[in-house]
Each structure stands twice: as C-alpha cells, then as structure tokens.
Antibody, heavy 122, light 110 residues
C-alpha cells in the first residue's frame, strides 16, 4: 500500500523548534519529488517547501525561508522538515506529499499523508 | 492573497454539471502544467487532475480538466452529494520558483 506517515507535530512556544518526519512506504521514494504543504485552521492550502529526488535541490516559500529546512534521507525513505524560530502564524496541519514528477513545470502531488498538527503558542 | 484565483464557492443540483475556474499568469499557468485537488471535510487533499487534463487511475471520468492560455478549468458532471468538498488548483510558478495554489473553491450540491 502506498503510504506517507507524518510525525513530529505538537505544541511549541513562539521561537521554538520542531522537526517533522514523513516515512514513505509502498512506492519507490527516490522517484518522487517531495513537498510539504500546510493548512492553517479554516484556511486553504499553502506550499511550504519542495525537494528534488536526490535531495540536491530545494525550494522554499518566502514566508518560511531562513527558518524552515527541507531534507530527505533516501536510504531511510524519509522526508524531513526542520522548523525553527516558530511563530503563531505557522500554526497549521502540515502535509507531506509526493509526485513522480520529472521536471518541475509538471509538478503535481499524487501521494499525500494524513498530516501532522503544529500549534505555536505566543 | 493567492497567486492563482478561484471563485470562493460554486453550487449546482445533484446530477448537473459544474465548472471551477482557476486564473493565473504567464509565469505559472501560462507556461506550466496545472493540477487539481479535492479535499473532503476533515481529510487530506487528493489528486484529481494532473498535467492539465489527465486523470490518475481510480478517478472517475466525471472529472475533467482543461487549460487555455493563463486559465484552467475543472469540470464535474453528474454531480453527487459526495462531491461536496473544497477544490484547489495548483501549478509551478517559474518566476517565483515555487508551487502555487488557488485559494480554494467550496462546492455545494444543492
């Protein structure tokens, strides 16, 4: 079964840090461009960060640049998101998602996790 | 403020057809491929359409996608109450080097 399972969410005070993990199974992880997408309570989807298949190229939203870092360990079939200097506006459900995309102008996400909740208290 | 523009809500009677528009610019929709996602209440998003008009396996042919210039459209025929959800368009933005989404459209089956 194709699956992404996020973990690491929780409650943290403003200025704190968290590390999210996303374990992949049931598909060839190295064939997938991986992305973190978040959704604040009652709001729409917001792209956070994307990493290439090999992990050598990353892209990040301006709102989290310099604070969040995406990475992956293909030997462990796991995607990560390091969240530093957290703010109240980072409160959201964080989804891990992947797409068997060859070039980014075809970007899509056909595998999604169930999400992990991050709550930042000010 | 989302880079891609969608109507906040659409509605139609069960059995009818509904369309959801997604408007962008040359740096995103105009020169890249569009995907559409369905998010049922309380669940993760699900891919409905990729590469403008392709359906993943398991997605019924009631769902269709099209693109013209800097706009894209999701069509749903034979509307069912189970289709009530939020729908999002997405694409790559070459100028921003970012994935961009529309603000989402809430579909109601009257």
């Amino acid at each position: 079964e194709v699956q992404l399972l996020e973990s690491g969410g929780g409650w943290v005070q403003s200025g704190g840090s968290l590390r999210l993990s996303c374990a992949a199974s049931g598909f060839t992880f190295t064939n997938y461009v991986m992305t973190w997408v978040r959704q604040a309570p009652g709001k729409g989807l917001q792209w956070v960060s994307t990493i290439s298949r090999g992990g050598g190229t990353t892209y990040c939203a301006d709102s989290v640049k310099g604070r969040f870092t995406i990475s992956r360990d293909n030997s462990k079939n796991t995607l990560y998101l390091q969240l530093n200097s957290l703010r109240a506006e980072d409160t959201a459900v964080y989804y891990c998602a992947g797409g068997s995309v060859v070039v980014l102008n075809h970007h899509y996400m056909d595998v999604w996790g169930k999400g992990t909740t991050v709550t930042v208290s000010s | 403020q989302s880079v891609l523009t969608q109507p906040p809500s659409v509605s139609a009677a069960p059995g009818q057809k509904v369309t959801i528009s997604c408007s962008g610019s040359s740096s995103n929709i105009g020169n890249n491929y569009v995907s559409w996602y369905q998010q049922l209440p309380g669940t993760a998003p699900k891919l409905l359409i990729y590469d403008n008009d392709k359906r993943p396996s398991g997605i019924p042919d009631r769902f269709s996608g099209s693109k013209s210039g800097t706009s894209a459209t999701l069509g749903i025929t034979g509307l069912q109450t189970g289709d009530e959800a939020d729908y999002y368009c997405g694409t790559w933005d070459s100028s921003l080097s970012a994935v961009v989404f529309g603000g989402g459209t809430k579909l109601t089956a009257l």
